[in-house]
């Protein structure tokens, strides 16, 4: 018998896992979530290539379930099988692609999008050699670069210049300019600096300071990045930059962020050059993290009583442009229930209505609205009314 304890072993542990995989998805099946979307007016297809992430919450109920939704499916992401959690699930990632087609080149890497650049004739990676670890004796740049037409692939370090200032680094962005590779890094005490390499020496030509936090007596700060396409591996032009820091006495009045700081700058990557924006009054308050740059233009939403509207600042022309409106139907205000992103020139807006949640999408270049959907929740096999959602991205998977 003992001859064979390791067959029966594997026998028993095949049966039990397959077991699970079919109880589970009974089980999920039973209690599934569904969110489809009923076509109210526009173009159908805006919906294609959109991948929707939120949490819902039945009526009554402290269940509170994350879910991924596109207009064909939902899924519970609280209810994936064994094999669907080891295999993995979610919108196509920017670096299947790169996966795909240059397995050699994309092996034993962090596959982080901030620290890959595409472009037609290469891709460049970029990490930093330690980052949380201490001492920094070793925070070190490593650089790799795959040549497309050849695959050749070089690699070259550098050591961090002034390493011993910082506790730690992380890659915000990495982008190529000619033969000139920028790798942009937030670092310790929340300063935000752009390193640039000469690709073909192979050597670090200038470090320097994009943006930093003012030295002020406070409760806190906090600096990052706004962009529509933070997640990219293609070439932008600009970044925008926010940065807050918080009242010593007061962090909040009214559950609304106390600031004696709340600046947005713009990085023009390609000439190495900052942009404070001086904001008019009326819109102070409504500059965000839903913010985004698209072309040269800054856009800014903010909530109204009839819908969205959408402040417009040229970053080359340094002058604020026509406000762009769009209306939204059965509008209430639902804490926690409205969302709004601005994407690749459009506005996707998500907000709660008297009879549930409507999704509209607009063109923030012509200010049209391109179509408006409700959202329909099936719950346990039976539509819902009363329940809470929550969403909080939305991204493209073109």
Known sequence: MRRY????????????????????????TSNSLNIGVEHVTGNEDELQNIVLYGNFSPNHHYLN????????????????????????????????????KHKNFMRSKDLTPNQFFEDENA???????????????????????????????????????????????????VQVIDHELKVIVRGERAILRVYTFDMNKQQLVSDDTIASIPKVESSGSDL???????????????????????DKDRRYIDDIPNLIVNEFIVYDIENNQTKKIVKPNEIVESMDHSSAVHHSTVLIPSRTANGVEVSQ???????????????????KAVEGESFTKLMSGKLYTIHATTSGHTIVIGDLETGESLYEGKLKVTYQGAEQKNYRLYFHEIESVQ
């Open 5 to 28: 304890w390791k067959i029966i072993s594997i026998c028993l542990v095949t049966i039990l896992v397959i077991g699970t995989f079919y109880i589970q998805s009974s089980f999920a």
């Open 65 to 100: 379930q994350s879910f991924q939704m596109t207009n064909e499916e939902t899924i519970d992401l609280t209810k994936l099988s064994f094999f669907q959690r080891v295999s993995g699930t979610g919108a196509p990632d920017p670096l299947e692609e790169l996966i795909e």
């Open 123 to 173: 891709v460049v990676y970029a990490q930093i050699k330690d980052p949380y670890d201490l001492p920094v004796k070793d925070l070190t740049f490593e650089i790799e670069v795959l040549t497309k037409k050849s695959e050749d692939i070089t690699a070259f370090q550098v050591d961090v210049p002034q390493k011993e200032n910082y506790g730690w680094m992380r890659i915000v962005d």
């Open 224 to 246: 990052s990045i706004i962009n529509d396409t933070y997640y990219s591996i293609q070439r932008q032009k600009y970044l925008l930059i926010k940065i807050e820091v918080f």
């Open 313 to 331: 600042y040229d970053i080359e022309s340094d002058k604020w442009g026509e406000t762009l409106s769009f209306d939204l139907s059965e509008t």
